[in-house]
């Protein structure tokens, strides 16, 4: 999501799905400060496209580690109806490419009142790869963060104007993903 560019040592901005296991580095991403998350107003276009493909991200992720947070009922569907939805994103970034600043403002997405929306996402992310990576026992925990991180992208995703006939079919997965992960973090819940 946009929100989980954090600073790294040496000043440069890192992202952390390169830093969870089996997506990159392996090494484990910082909790907290949501200050750092996004650019806080000054690239609002840009954080934008950044959630868009960190959301695509994120599903791969799911899609390729489902085991606890996707009930094993819908394994088999999964990855092929991925390969289908994740071809969808590219033609809604270059859409998205189109949308004036004023629509995006309109919409509320700039400024402050973005960030905040940003700063949601990227607090429930957080605790989300916090639960992956430390291995919090239950599996509904995961899944239950998951669910509150693909809920929070809603706020976004339903909000970014003149695009959204592209970004039904992502909305739809990505409405599943998280029924579905609310039903493993229902039925398994935290032990």
């Given at each position: 999501?946009?929100?989980?560019?954090?600073?790294?040592?040496?000043?440069?901005?890192?992202?952390?799905?390169?830093?969870?296991?089996?997506?990159?580095?392996?090494q484990e991403p910082p909790v907290g400060d949501l200050g750092t998350a996004f650019s806080q107003g000054g690239d609002d276009r840009g954080d934008l496209e950044r959630f868009l493909r960190d959301l695509e991200r994120l599903l791969a992720y799911v899609v390729d580690n489902p085991?606890?947070?996707?009930?094993?009922?819908?394994?088999?569907?999964?990855?092929?109806?991925?390969?289908?939805?994740?071809?969808?994103?590219?033609?809604?970034?270059?859409?998205?490419?189109?949308?004036?600043?004023?629509?995006?403002?309109?919409?509320?997405?700039?400024?402050?009142?973005?960030?905040?929306?940003?700063?949601?996402?990227?607090?429930?992310?957080?605790?989300?790869?916090?639960?992956?990576?430390?291995?919090?026992?239950?599996?509904?925990?995961?899944?239950?963060?998951?669910?509150?991180?693909?809920?929070?992208?809603?706020?976004?995703?339903?909000?970014?104007?003149?695009?959204?006939?592209?970004?039904?079919?992502?909305?739809?997965?990505?409405?599943?993903?998280?029924?579905?992960?609310?039903?493993?973090?229902?039925?398994?819940?935290?032990?």
């Amino acid at each position: 999501m946009a929100g989980i560019r954090e600073p790294v040592e040496d000043g440069e901005s890192g992202d952390l799905l390169d830093r969870v296991p089996g997506s990159g580095a392996g090494q484990e991403p910082p909790v907290g400060d949501l200050g750092t998350a996004f650019s806080q107003g000054g690239d609002d276009r840009g954080d934008l496209e950044r959630f868009l493909r960190d959301l695509e991200r994120l599903l791969a992720y799911v899609v390729d580690n489902p085991d606890g947070l996707v009930p094993e009922e819908l394994h088999t569907y999964l990855r092929p109806a991925w390969a289908v939805v994740q071809r969808r994103f590219e033609p809604a970034l270059a859409a998205l490419r189109e949308v004036t600043d004023s629509e995006l403002e309109a919409a509320g997405l700039a400024g402050s009142e973005f960030a905040f929306k940003l700063g949601a996402v990227s607090f429930a992310h957080q605790r989300f790869w916090t639960r992956v990576i430390s291995h919090v026992p239950g599996a509904g925990m995961a899944a239950g963060a998951l669910a509150t991180t693909l809920r929070l992208c809603d706020v976004v995703l339903d909000s970014i104007p003149g695009i959204k006939l592209l970004l039904e079919p992502i909305s739809e997965f990505k409405g599943v993903v998280e029924a579905t992960a609310d039903t493993v973090a229902f039925v398994v819940g935290p032990e």
